[in-house]
């Protein structure tokens, strides 16, 4: 009998543990009874009471496991830690706010078995701001243009991945996973299914803006390279630009000493100019290093503290 691993993410989700476990536990009963299976929930130090409710579930049924990190590490290094607690034949990731809906794990199944290595779903909606649609979708046209890996959107894992695709994950030691690059880059035989987002159990989501920010460069300065090619050219081009300007600001001041001024705002302006090009150039490669030294650091993803029914 194959066995599939469920592994729940989870932050603040008190309200969505007891109802993401009986909607499983239906799940495998009516429509997967052939499956053997596990549900590991994975709680990132919630400071709500989801570990107390983890607990209930696991006193309650022996299939639920609990893990428990000792502080939270967040939710890209937390989904990435939780897909390797599994041993099944295969990994179903949903995460704990109810937000992506457990009922397509007979889908995802079905595909896997005709042979695909993931199956993941792609959200064709979403309950975010206007205003944060617009910058998800400036942020992957950008990775798209820039990268060579197909970031897409919609995707935050939810999905099945086979055990082959779960040895991978265990070879890689990296402190910043960013789990759609690894799976653009890695996965051979790959099937995404359109899903439909549910509104959830919180009223806001666990990311805010320096939460997206910080994977939106992590994820820039780990696949890209274009990036700092363009600052060069650009820096290559401004310099060529500026020699040229200064030569004929030379020729015409020999020509007409008097009559041609240079000008004190065109300088303090060309000053401010060529000072903020030069500071968002050191910004862009000061994330590039910050990124290559969190890497070289060698920290373990997260730290657990406390497990229930894991052997």
């Known amino acids: ?5 469920v592994v729940i993410p989870c932050y603040n989700d008190s309200n969505s543990v007891s109802r993401m476990r009986e909607r499983l536990i239906r799940i ?3 429509q997967l ?8 929930f994975v709680d990132d130090c919630s400071p709500d009471n989801t570990w107390l409710e983890i607990k209930k579930s696991c006193d309650i049924d022996k299939k639920c496991k609990g893990v428990h990190n000792a502080h939270n590490f967040g939710v890209f290094r ?3 830690a939780a897909m390797k607690y599994g041993d099944g034949d295969a990994t179903f990731m949903v995460l704990g706010d109810l937000q992506d809906s457990p009922e397509y794990l007979p889908e995802f199944v079905k ?7 993931v199956v993941i779903g792609q959200r064709l909606n979403t309950y975010n701001k206007h205003f944060t649609r617009l910058a998800r979708w400036l942020y992957y046209k950008l990775i798209e243009k820039l990268s060579k890996k197909q970031f897409r959107e919609g995707v935050n894992g939810f999905g099945l991945y086979d055990k082959s695709f779960i040895k991978i994950l265990n070879d890689i030691e990296d402190i910043q996973p960013i789990l759609p690059g690894i799976i653009s880059e890695f996965v051979h035989k790959l099937k995404i299914i359109p899903v439909q ?3 959830g159990d919180r009223e806001t989501s666990g990311l805010n803006f320096w939460n997206r920010y910080d994977t939106a460069m992590i994820s820039l300065t780990s696949y890209t390279k274009t990036l700092l090619r363009v600052i060069m050219f650009i820096g290559a081009i401004i310099g060529v630009f500026s020699i040229a300007f200064a030569i004929w600001i030379i020729i015409n001041k020999i020509i007409a000493w008097d009559s041609f001024p240079v000008g004190i705002p065109a300088i303090i302006v060309g000053m401010f100019f060529l000072g903020s090009i030069q500071l968002f150039f050191l910004g862009v490669i000061g994330e590039y290093i910050l990124s290559m030294n969190n890497r070289s650091i060698r920290r373990p993803i997260v730290v657990v ?6 052997d």
Do not use: C
Request: net charge negative; charged share 25%; hydrophobic share 30%.
């Open 197 to 199: 987002q549910e509104k």
């Open 28 to 30: 495998f009963s009516n």
């Open 111 to 117: 595909h896997w078995e005709n042979g695909y290595q």
């Open 33 to 40: 009874p052939m499956y053997d299976y596990e549900i590991i």
């Open 1 to 5: 009998m194959k066995k599939i691993s």
């Open 78 to 80: 937390n989904i990435f």
């Open 305 to 310: 503290d406390e497990t229930i029914n894991m």
